[in-house]
């Protein structure tokens, strides 16, 4: 089961949580490369799912802008946030949705 902020994501396909690290590269005048890192890591994720209702749809687009826990099966990740979203009506009753998060490691 996968939820963000308490809302499920139905019939999700198989995706992987991708751990971002966290690098900072700032090229300089002369042609140097400045480089900040951290032993921190962010877990950046995309769920494509599939549902016959569209409340499902519309319960998780009004989380776009909120801070929440992503929930992947007994994991959770703390200060997530929607990145990215797109919905779909692929067939008459029938709707996909992708959307991206991307965690806040402050």
């Not at 890192?37 to 499902?56: L, Q």
């Not at 826990?69 to 009753?93: M, N, R």
Request: glycine share 6%; proline share 3%; with cysteine.
């Amino acid at each position: 089961m996968i939820t963000f902020d308490g809302v499920e994501l139905k019939h999700p396909e198989p995706f992987e949580i991708d751990p971002q690290v966290i690098v900072n590269e700032t090229v300089l005048l002369s042609g140097k490369r400045s480089l900040q890192s951290s032993s921190e890591t962010a877990v950046s994720v995309t769920i494509k799912c599939h549902t016959d209702t569209i409340s499902d749809v519309t319960n998780l687009r009004a989380k776009i802008g909120t801070e929440g826990s992503l929930v992947v099966d007994s994991t959770t990740y703390t200060k997530c946030h929607i990145s990215a979203w797109s919905e779909v009506l692929w067939s008459k009753g029938k709707w996909e949705y992708t959307v991206g998060f991307k965690q806040d490691t402050t």
